[in-house]
């Protein structure tokens, strides 16, 4: 793990020295210059760890400041986002046009940030011997809705597989990871078959996924790495031959169709208005490499550092 250094480091200790517990909260010096107050970030359970782990190291700059991150998936995080409940809204995939249209109705003036990369995971047990690799046909037999109460077993999708019952799980309808994998693999944002068991939390998911024989689903692949003990990624085959999900191919574009950029969403008026959400945005975005590697996700390009600066300067 990365150290992360911070500049005038002294000036900080100085800060965090007067930053007492008082009654269960904390009380800041009103004649020191440290910042006070709340950020409150929901949406996507994929992203949540990233803005917690720059919320982490946030605090050790700003002990005053409280970041809050829920996790009501992409969609429901947009929803509060933009009802005005929120500062910032954590999202797996980019504002749908309606989505901007109801922040629009509502006075909600946005800038989206990349903060990261991730590798959308298709995943099964860890003791599972017999998959190493699925096609995006593979997964569409599986996933489309027409596979509903018809394909039920592995051998059904390849007859070199054991006759297994499948147990499938995923995220639920309001997650972003949902809408980028059923429009990825079965071609329609949405379109999937429903008798399998969603859940808006990836511990949930690797749980159930872990615990069953014939168990396979799909999150985020830093949950696989945090859980290797448990569940393992497949190879995917998007067409060019089977490709694992690592940093070096979701970053070279390689890991096809499922690598994809990660986003936060910023209330501009939060930003304009709140010093400490100011504060807690701008760090965020100049640390995002230290961030990503404390959440185990997947850092920046230098090509895409660049254009998480250029949106954060039309925030300045």
Known sequence: MKTLKFAGLASTLAISALVLSACGGQTVDPNSDALAGAVVADGSSTVAPLTEAAADLFRDVEAGVNVTVATSGTGGGFEKFCAGETDLSNASRGIKDEEAAICAENGIEFTEIIVANDGLAVVVPAG?????CLTVEQLNTIWGPEAEGTITSWNQVDPSFPDVELALFGPGTDSGTFDYFTKEINGEEGAIRTDYSPSEDDNVLVQGIAGAEGGLGFFGLSYVTENADLIRAV???GGNGCVDASEATVQDGSYTPLGRPLYVYVNNASYAEKPQVKSFVDFYIENQAE??????????????????????????
């Open 291 to 316: 961030v990503a590697a404390l959440a185990l996700y997947i850092g920046l390009t230098d090509e895409q550092v660049a254009v998480a600066k250029d949106e954060l300067a039309t925030l300045g």
């Open 128 to 132: 599972n011997d017999f998959v190493q």
């Open 235 to 237: 190879a995917v085959d």
